[in-house]
């Protein structure tokens, strides 16, 4: 299977290093992107030639070099569904362990395999521990998993019924990320860690090339994307760089709109006062567990990206998440996770605000299903023996 990687590259300082051999992160302890021959690929591959399932289908701008190491649980293109005049959703709820956190790990898990590593272990705050468990465990390696003790209860369950070893930690995800690193030795385990390898962000790649090609090979004038690590939207504005220079793409690619939750808003804070570094957010706290990121390493890379778009951060609070969660549920039968829940309530700040106008396409991401997450209680009952007056149901 051709692939077109040249090597991989530290995305603060260009220091290159060998492609086909284990990385963390670069010797300036920054993340390390792929890079390809995209001149070669150009020529080697067309728009129509594509085939495959899911985001297999994009193999020639991924870089796992062996068929048989790709790790597959039955993954899909994911639908966009619209929600109200030039705004849809793209449900990655849809994906196997129901959260866009597969993309990323498929992708990790199958580098793994093809570079022999035997052991994987990560900090997270549910779906990504999910995601790793389940691919993991398809491709026959070990996983640890170390969550914040709030993790909700579905995700620490889901890590541990897919094999994997899931542990509680009295921290955020960050303290996870700290123990992960620090028992690398006396473990023997290789770290995951988001943008810590640099293999997931290309699996949140194909969110920007699925896109592309779902747009007919064009994009929408704005993608809301709720951001924690930041790697959907590092990976997505990575693929229409690459797409626009093999000529798939022209003209402008979309205004990219960071959504964080008032209760932990780093990326937030720093692209108002202009900076290039997120310090570390304290006491973060939010429903919307996939973003209560309090420090992120890509931090200047989200910030690039969505200041290179011309696009926005923005922060919203919990009850206005909660509250566009029951109306999109109950208005539209669509039930977003609390992030993508944020999305929506940053998009209605936003067209209130004119900062989005009417007539402008627009994509939210529903990064996982809403199934996975505490829902309202039923209390209403009927005794079976004493229904009462029907006329109450009318
Ligand atoms: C991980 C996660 C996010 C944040 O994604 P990043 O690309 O790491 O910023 C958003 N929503 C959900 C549901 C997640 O699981």
């Not at 790790?71 to 109200?84: F, H, R």
Request: glycine content about 12%; overall charge neutral.
């Amino acid at each position: 299977m051709q692939t077109f990687v040249t090597h991989l590259e530290c995305a603060m300082t260009g220091e290159r290093f060998a492609a086909g051999t284990v990385q963390n992160l670069s010797s300036a302890g920054k993340p390390l992107l792929v890079r390809y021959d995209l001149g070669a690929l150009r020529r080697a591959v067309r728009k129509d030639g594509l085939g495959g399932e899911g985001f297999w289908r994009y193999a020639a701008f991924l870089p796992v070099t062996r068929a048989e190491n790709r790790v597959s649980l039955g993954e899909v293109m994911t639908p966009l569904i619209e929600i109200g005049p030039n705004l849809l959703v793209k449900d990655e709820g849809r994906l196997p362990t129901g959260s866009f956190k597969a993309r990323g790990l498929a992708l990790a898990v199958a580098m793994a395999k093809e570079l022999g590593l035997r052991h994987l272990a990560m900090p997270s705050n549910g779906n990504a521990g999910a995601a790793l468990a389940a691919y993991a465990a398809r491709a026959g390696l070990r996983a640890t998993v170390f969550c914040p003790a709030d993790t909700p209860e579905i995700n620490l369950s889901e890590i541990e019924a897919q094999g994997a070893a899931c542990y509680r930690v009295n921290g955020l995800i960050d303290d996870c990320g700290k123990l992960v690193g620090a028992g690398k030795a006396a473990a023997g385990w290789f770290d995951v860690s988001t943008l810590k390898e640099p293999y997931r962000i290309e699996g949140k790649k194909t969110m920007g090339l699925e896109l592309a090609e779902q747009f007919g090979w064009s994009l929408p004038d704005v993608i809301v994307y709720p951001t924690g690590g930041g790697t959907g939207l590092i990976g997505m504005w990575k693929a229409f760089r690459e797409l626009t220079e093999i000529g798939w793409l022209t003209g402008r690619l979309p205004r990219m709109i960071a959504v964080q939750a008032t209760g932990c808003a780093p990326i937030v804070r720093a692209f108002e006062e202009g900076v290039e570094h997120a310090p570390r957010w304290e006491n973060a706290a939010t429903v919307a567990a996939g973003i209560r990121v309090p420090a992120a390493i890509g931090d200047f890379l989200i910030l690039r990206a969505v200041r290179e778009s011309g696009g926005t951060a923005i922060a919203v609070d919990d009850a206005a998440i909660l509250a566009a969660r029951d109306r999109c549920a109950r208005e539209q039968g669509l039930l977003l996770s609390p992030e993508g829940a944020a999305t929506l309530a940053a998009y209605e700040q936003l067209r209130a605000q004119g900062a989005i106008r009417p007539e402008e396409r627009t994509v939210l991401f529903n990064c996982a299903t809403g199934l996975k997450y505490p829902l309202p209680q039923v209390t209403a009952s009927v005794d079976r023996a004493a229904p009462g007056d029907f006329a109450r149901f009318a």
